[in-house]
């Protein structure tokens, strides 16, 4: 593609998007704030220094990292040699499960995960499957939370790492991730570490370190409204990881790389105008997410709601639309301005369905019929209002063609 | 949609190459199970969630066990390949029409890898009344070791002097005299194979890639498109 | 690892999804039966379950003069590329004066894909699905025609 074809692309694009767009799949990634794009770009603007240089241009580079760094680690109530940079969400959660199994594997090699973890934390796992690790996958009721009966009850002498995600990306599920945490601590068969996925928890959720009682953490910009391709995760100074990828000494080595400078900056802008936010947000974002689906249900007959309705963020919807498949519905409301998404097999690369459908036990057939909105920081009632008018239209339109009445 | 089930039971596993496996079951409840060469059946591994898959019969009716022969590819296909013996599963089938009809012209058969599996089926079965009609499979595989039936093939070919299998490989180069061509199947190798090719039905049997690359090939070749005939595998 | 053909994306890919003539065939699909209850058909093919995400029901009439598909209508429940093979499926089956049975029963899914421009592999059981249906319907006219 040569440069022309870049630009007449990127035109017809433009011109797609002066629709009025309804962006409702902040769960996939969030636009960025205003506030953290012109402070990344009044960084990038000052200096093109390596972090790792003796000049002043590197100098420069690197008092940035350290002092979001610094940040970051002040918010959750850590220290900032506890702060290690990554390319994001996934990365941290394969260094987190790699990293901190290897490391401790001469204590044991038995990891405990919940069944619906992010498939970086699940296939993360099977790598260590084949490194001779046992992995226990804990089930989940038909709400997504797992039983503290099992987890106490699978907690053996080899157990080394235990991660549970805070809040579940498909379904909203919050974990009592407390509660976890005490029985964890509380154990007198074994000690081992507490990593959790907190990639759609912050900013919505509680993540101070101490009050939460985890010994890892993984966190996201992507979904924070801050840039992609950044992340970091959190892991207590006392304990032992490995890194996963290998080059110089940065991060201490942990995970070496000459460091996304202002992406960084970025990530410690958006923790900090998230926390910020959070309270009154969630408040926000809970009466429109419960208005929206008294909406749903009312206007649409043959709806069923995936995941429990307590326990779970305030902005995610999960449902299944009887006779409507996932993709299609996500196409037709894309062409009429809305975005959201599915959990239809026919929509994932591999033609599975969400695996945390199934392990909550949502019938396949409804699976495919499954459709996500989470709402986000730019969501106003009346953009529900649209949606809803839209989402009856594409439904009916849908169910009219539709082999299953 | 059709209700045709009947449970079996798997009582035979035998490694074909590396990653096949051909995964023989017993018809539970007595009478023969009646299927067409060529046809496929839907199951289901016990331990998968997501709905199960097709595989093709690569047995005969006459055998006394119907035999799936399966790649490891997916999930579920490694689950049917883990399936312990002495395991139920229940076949919903058989559908398909992917068989040379009854008028039979001389026939081209372009097998990708496991895509010789109704073939087989097809071929074993006009092996017992007699070949009567020119077939001539062109089997591609990357190496010797993945040839699967390799030494039936032979045995069906020396029996019977109308069938010819060609095997060719595309990651092997090889002068052992069992291999006959050391590339992909391309028109010059189908031309050199099947001098007459007027009156000549084509099959063509593989992975959607492997189909499709041959379907072009014999567009390219002006065959017509009523006597191609496909199955994808996926 | 093999490199499948998985590419969705043209050098348009901001504009959608797949190629043009999927997007026309899943915004604007044509011989959709809205409901059969009136509908007299010679043949009714079924494939695919709820399931498996893809269910297609095809209802065809043929006429009886030159043996060829004069009307063929449908409906799914299924993705986009599913959508877009029966309406691809049906119009391959009813132009030109309507497909003789014959070539009914072997309309392959290479040529529905090629008519729509190309899928994805992962796609490619949609036009599947499309080839099965009628084939089961002309299958179904066959078997009640003696």
Redesign the interface.
Known sequence: ?NSN?FI???I??KI?STMKRIYLDNASTTPIDEKVLSTMLSYLKETAGNPSSLHYEGRLAKGAIERSRTKIAEIIGAKSNEIIFTSGGTESDSLAILGIARANQKNGKHIIVSCIEHKAILNSCKKLEKEGFEITYLDVDNDGLISLEQLKSSIKPATTLVSIMYANNEIGTVQPIKQIAKIIKDSKISAPIFHSDACQAAGSLLIDINKLGVDALTISSSKIYGPKGVGCLYITDKNQIEPITFGGDQENHIRPGTENVEAIVGLAEALSISENKRQAENQRLQKIRDYFLSKILKNINNVSINGGVNNRLPNNINVSIR?V????LV??LD?KGVACSTG????S???S?SHVLMQIGT???LA?CSVRFTLGRHTQIKDIDDTISILTECVKKIR?????K | ?QNNKREFVLVDKKHETSNVVSLSFKPIGGLNYNFTPGQYVNVKPASIFE?GKSYTISSIPTDELVTLTIKKVSNVSLAMIDTPIGSTMVFDGPYG?FYPDKTMNDVIMLAGGIGITPFFSVIRNIAESGINTKITIIYSNKTKKDIIFFNSLAKLTSDNPNLKVISCLTQEKTTDPVINESRRIDKTMIGKYTPHLSEVDYYICGS??F??DM?RTLKLMHIE??K???E?F? | MNK???QNYS?????W?YSERVRDH??Y?KN?L?DESDYVADGIG????????????VWIKIDRKTNRIKECKW?????????ASASMMSVMATENGGMDL??A??L????I?ERLGGLP?????CS?LGHKAL?NAVLDYLKHAK
């Open positions: 593609m074809d007449n692309s990127y017809n694009a797609i006779g498949e996932g993709e299609s196409l037709l062409n239809s097999a026919c929509s690369a591999d033609l369905p019938p396949l057939e495919h009219s063609m539709s082999s299953i | 949609m709905h029409s959607i890639g189909v499709g379907w498109e009523d191609i005939f496909t994808a996926y | 499948k053909n998985d050098v348009d890919g901001e504009n999804i899943f915004f699909p959709i809205y079924a494939v695919g379950s709820p399931e498996c995400g893809d269910v297609m029901h409906r799914t429940f299924g993705c986009a590329s599913a959508i014959k070539t029963q072997n392959k899914p290479q040529q894909v592999d992962r796609k490619f059981h599947v084939s």
